[in-house]
Every structure is written in C-alpha cells, then in structure tokens.
C-alpha cells in the first residue's frame, strides 16, 4: 500500500512539473525561467545517478553560451544572465548527490593526497582574497570570484569518479562529438554568414576581440574564437585518447576527424592554439619514450622555448615589430607614447589586433607590472581577486596576488604534470596509461597557452582542468598506495620469514 501510495505521489508530481514545463515551452520562458526548468529537470536524475549530472556538464556547458544569444531576439541583454550559473547549479547538485560519499571517503581515509591539500588551500585563498586586500568593491570582486572559484570543486567530483573508467571515456566521447558539431557550425559561420541572434549579440559587445581587419572571427557557440579554438583542442586530445581505446576499425574514422577540427581551429586567427595543436601531438607521440625526469624537464624546456619563439616572435613581427617591442621594455618611450600603448591602442586594439599593435600594448602592460611588483605590498599581496587582467594567466596572478599567486599556479601545474608522469611510469593498466598521457598533454599545452591568456578561468579550459585533473591526482595517489602497500607486505613477508640469531 506504501508503495503504491509512493508510485501516486511521483506520477502526480511528474504531471505537475510536465504540465509547468510545457506551459513554459509555448510561453518562452525567460532565462531565470529556463535555468530553473533545467534545476527541476535534472534534480532527480542526478541525486539517483551522480554520473548524470558529470554527463550533464559536459554535454550541456557547450551550448549555454548559445541559448542565451536566442533570448537577445526576444529580451535586453541582461546584466547579470542567470543562464551563466547552469554549471554551477549542476555543481551544487553533484555535490548534494555526493555528499554521503565525500563524508564516507574522509571517515576511512587516513590522509590525503598534496595535490588535494594543495587544491582546498588555492579554493581557500581565492575566496579570502575576495574581500581582503581587494581593490574592487566587494560586489565587483564577488562577481569575479566566478571565474576562479566555483569550477575549482570540479577537482572532488573527478576524484569520486576517477575509477569509473567507462564514464569517463563516454565524457571524452562526448567532446569529440560536440567539437565535431561546434567545427562544422563554426565553419557555416564563415562561408555563409552570422545567424539573426550572433548579429544582435555582437551589436550589444562594446568591446571585442572577435574581429580581425573588420572581420568577424567564427567563434561557433562560444563565448569567444579562443574558447572554440580550446575546445578543437580538446576535441583533438579526445580523438588520440579514444584511438587508442577502441578498435582500429573506429581508430581510422576518428583519425579522419582531426583534418576537421585543425581546420576550424586555423580559422579562428588564434596563433597560439594553432602552435598548441602541433604541440599535443609532439608530446602525445614522444611522452611515454621519455623517461627519466630530467629528460622530460629538457624535452618541456625545448618546447616551451620553441613555443615562445614561434608565437610571440611572430607577433611581435606581425603587431609592431622588434624595434618597438625593444623601446617598450628598454623604457625609451616618453609617457604619452606609454600611455597611448596601455590605454589608447590597447583598446582599439580590441576589434583589430592585427593592425593596433596589441601584443606590443601587451608587452608594455607587463613591464609594467614588473616594475609595479617592485612596491613590497603590490609584490606580496596584489591588487586582489579580479582586479586587473594582464592577457596572461602568470602576469594576471602577479598583478592580483603578487609572487606568492604566480608560485601557487606554478606549484599547482608542476604537481598536475608530475602526477602525470608518476601515473604513467607505475600503472599496468592500459586504459589508465592513455587516460594519464591525454590528461598530461592537456596540462602541459594550457600551460603553455596561458603565456597569453588565462585559459583556465572560463570554459572549457576551467571545467576540463579541474575535473580531469581530479581525477588524475586520485588515479596516482591510489598507484602509490598500491605499490607502498605492496612493499609493506612484502617487507612483513621477509621479516616472517628470518630466524633469530642466537648470541
């Protein structure tokens, strides 16, 4: 009788909320409307089946950015959008699901991981540099934390999930086939034209880095033609990982895919992806033959330097030349031609970075901030969370944390590295072995990146790092466990084993 009184309850329900759901549809709801549909629709499933919502992430973040230029048709662009909260209101509900997991996990473990304590004291100082020693107003840096904190958390749900090695191909499976849709979608932008909804959104950007020479860069249904061109980069990552996991037949399929994706990824203008896509592959075929430390610090070195050479030399040719780089950091301009660099071009530069001389602003910007650093507060504290973005994640972190911030990132990519590497080296399972090498790449490559810009504070490169590397940090600190516990065992197996010596 319970049962069935439980069985009535839920149908009831279920034709409530079917009956809101559909009103709204034929209604248009607005995006608060829309956020909350996606909460009520998603609330069962993902408290049932935690995996839902991780699936949910990767599958419906893509197309937020979208959805929400269809409502510029119809409503003003509004100042706070709520529709931007989707992955977070997932989060939230992920770590409602979970919660009894992450209470039982702390109750049986006896320690943890560095990488973890390293993670909660990043998430712990990001937060308290919101209100401390922030220039920003309090609701201006709050805003900001978005961009820094909440994906951090993605780091737990990728430990919790680090053994369902079945869904986390099926989550590289699904980057591969949006990257696939988000690569053709990106290319009808350019050979047929901007959708009614895209014109509108680009008429309310005030400033903008989508155009080149007056022309619109294709961004797809992304925020920007930086963040498609990441995620091809991720797409491209995605294909080599699921080429090796599956059968060869499907292998040579997923190889046609990268032509494709590197295409798109061409079109975008973004010089420094272009580079990244030739690096993943470099490091995808090379990092399993390298072995010793020392040789993968020279071989990272070698790129690194090569990378640098490549993308900012050539910017460096391409927006104003070497001379002017050289007079900008030797100080030889006087202050009005400064002040034009880091004010007047810088924002013209926006809508035509070929022909405004931004990576020379840029370089002025970050001489700048080198000498700025020079003042002990600005140096050990910055200006706070939020409160100035340098066109580089290590210049940005100096700017708003001072050194002490441009250590911590550096310690937070060097221990992800290492655990790759350690990954590697130890484990005998070959699902494992690609799992680590992709997620390795992708680590190495957004470091890289992040010489110009901070490709970890937005989507994808913020939801991808922190849940893979989740993941990846709980894979080796579980092989090192392994091996600790199979030499104690074997350490008690020989002290069983000896006789006592008598005097």
Not at 69 to 78: K, S
Not at 83 to 88: A, K, N, V
Not at 432 to 444: D, E, S
Request: charged residues 15%; contains cysteine; positive net charge.
């Amino acid at each position: 009788m319970k049962s069935k009184f439980h069985h009535i309850i839920a149908l009831c329900g279920i034709a409530i909320l079917g009956h809101l759901i559909a009103f709204e549809f034929f209604h248009i709801p607005n995006q608060l409307g829309l956020v909350l549909i996606i909460g009520l629709v998603l609330i069962y499933p993902i408290i049932r089946i935690p995996v839902v919502g991780v699936y949910a992430v990767f599958l419906l973040l893509p197309f937020v950015t979208y959805v929400r230029r269809l409502y510029y048709l119809m409503y003003a662009r509004p100042s706070a959008d709520p529709l931007l909260m989707t992955g977070e209101i997932i989060l939230v509900l992920i770590f409602i699901a979970l919660f009894f997991e992450f209470s039982e996990r702390r109750k049986n473990s006896s320690r943890q991981s560095f990488a973890n304590l390293l993670v909660w004291f990043y998430f712990a100082y990001m937060l308290i540099r919101v209100p401390l020693l922030n220039e920003l107003p309090l609701a201006e840096a709050a805003a900001q934390f978005k961009f820094y904190g909440p994906t951090v958390l993605f780091f737990f749900v990728g430990t919790i999930f680090s053994r369902h090695i079945r869904s986390l191909k099926t989550i590289w499976v699904i980057t591969i086939i949006v990257s696939v849709i988000a690569a053709v979608y990106g290319l009808r932008q350019l050979m047929v034209g901007f959708s009614e909804a895209e014109l509108v959104w680009l008429a309310s950007i005030e400033f903008s880095t989508l155009f080149i020479k007056n022309v619109i860069r294709p961004f797809s249904f992304f925020q920007s033609p930086v963040a498609f061109a990441d995620y091809l980069q991720l797409g491209i990552i995605g294909i080599l990982m699921c080429m090796s996991w599956f059968k060869k037949s499907f292998a040579f399929v997923l190889l046609g895919l990268v032509p494709l994706l590197f295409y798109a990824v061409l079109v975008t203008s973004v010089r420094s992806s272009w580079i990244a896509v030739i690096t993943t592959f470099l490091f995808w075929f090379t990092l399993v033959n390298v072995k010793t430390t020392r040789q993968r610090v020279v071989m990272v070195g070698v790129v690194l330097l090569g990378y640098m050479l490549v993308t900012l030399g050539g910017e460096m040719i391409m927006n104003g030349g070497i001379d002017t780089v050289i007079n900008v950091v030797g100080g030889k301009l006087g202050n009005k031609e400064s002040m034009d660099l880091l004010v007047t071009n810088r924002t013209t530069a926006l809508t035509s970075p070929l022909e405004e001389h931004s990576f020379v602003s840029r370089v002025a910007l970050w001489k700048n901030l080198l000498v700025w650093s020079s003042n002990p507060e600005l140096a050990i504290m910055g200006r706070g969370l939020g409160a100035l973005k340098a066109d580089s994640l290590y210049f940005t972190y100096l700017a708003e944390f001072g050194y002490p911030g441009v250590i911590l990132i550096i310690i937070v990519l060097i221990t992800f590295v290492m655990a790759g590497f350690s990954l590697i080296d130890s484990t005998k399972d070959p699902a494992i072995t690609v799992l680590a090498k992709g997620i390795t790449v992708m680590n190495i490559v957004f470091a890289f990146v992040s010489i110009t810009g901070s490709h970890i504070h937005y989507f994808p490169g913020d939801v991808y790092f922190w849940f893979w590397n989740g993941v990846l940090t709980a894979l080796a600190f579980a092989e090192r466990n392994k091996v600790r516990d199979a030499q104690q065992s074997q350490n008690l197996e020989l002290t069983s084993h000896e006789t006592p010596v008598n005097a």
